[in-house]
T-cell receptor, first 118, second 115 residues
Framework: AQKITQTQPGMFVQEKEAVTLDCTYDTSDQSYGLFWYKQPSSGEMIFLIYQGSYDEQNATEGRYSLNFQKARKSANLVISASQLGDSAMYFCAMREGPSGGGADGLTFGKGTHLIIQP | GAGVSQSPRYKVAKRGQDVALRCDPISGHVSLFWYQQALGQGPEFLTYFQNEAQLDKSGLPSDRFFAERPEGSVSTLKIQRTQQEDSAVYLC?????????????FGQGTRLTVV
């Protein structure tokens, strides 16, 4: 079963609009972390935001916020006031805690290709 | 260095050839990860080092893949007898502390094409 599911392969959004990128995850672990990364066409993975499973408040970093709904196992990324430079691939990822039994690295979704239109 | 550096950026190998991919992590970073990213997919975990110790190699797809980090800084991912399915971008990431939820900084990757 997929541990990270991103259901939007591609999205077109008008500049200055807000955009929500969907991410659902699957884990039986109580302790885990959720990450969002941006990958422009140049290839590097740029860290955007992190949410811990025990964090009660949604994480925010500038124009990025993470809409964390634990009961639904959902960790959507919200980008406010989108800009042309936001056009890129966006990946949701999870790392489970020591009892999760998973690998030590991050488990990534398949990504969403976001295109911001002027 | 200022960031994670990977070399070469691009590598074309003939099928059956051995290749070595280098990762220079951020100075002082304890943890180092290798990922494989096939075209149109998200990265997939290959292996993890804490200093020079390889603590997890569960993601290595076959015994043709081998990674090392002998002095706890630079790491090399070696692929023996390359095959076409090895064509991918290989990403290296490092983080400054041990912990499940530490932000990892990625390099720009090495794009390997096996012909």
């Amino acid at each position: 079963a997929q541990k990270i599911t991103q259901t939007q392969p591609g999205m077109f959004v008008q500049e200055k609009e807000a955009v929500t990128l969907d991410c659902t995850y699957d884990t039986s672990d109580q302790s885990y972390g959720l990450f969002w990364y941006k990958q422009p066409s140049s290839g590097e993975m740029i860290f955007l935001i992190y949410q811990g499973s025990y964090d009660e408040q949604n994480a925010t970093e500038g124009r990025y916020s993470l809409n964390f709904q634990k009961a639904r196992k959902s960790a959507n990324l919200v980008i406010s006031a989108s800009q042309l430079g936001d056009s890129a691939m966006y990946f949701c990822a999870m790392r489970e805690g020591p009892s999760g039994g998973g690998a030590d690295g991050l488990t990534f979704g398949k990504g969403t290709h976001l295109i911001i239109q002027p | 260095g200022a960031g994670v550096s990977q070399s070469p950026r691009y590598k074309v190998a003939k099928r059956g050839q051995d290749v070595a991919l280098r990762c220079d992590p951020i100075s002082g970073h304890v943890s180092l990860f290798w990922y494989q990213q096939a075209l149109g997919q998200g990265p997939e975990f290959l292996t993890y080092f804490q200093n020079e110790a390889q603590l997890d190699k569960s993601g290595l797809p076959s015994d043709r893949f081998f990674a090392e980090r002998p002095e706890g800084s630079v790491s090399t991912l070696k692929i023996q007898r390359t095959q076409q399915e090895d064509s991918a971008v290989y990403l290296c990431a490092s983080s400054y502390q041990v912990g499940e939820f530490t932000e990892a900084f990625f390099g720009q990757g090495t794009r390997l094409t096996v012909v």
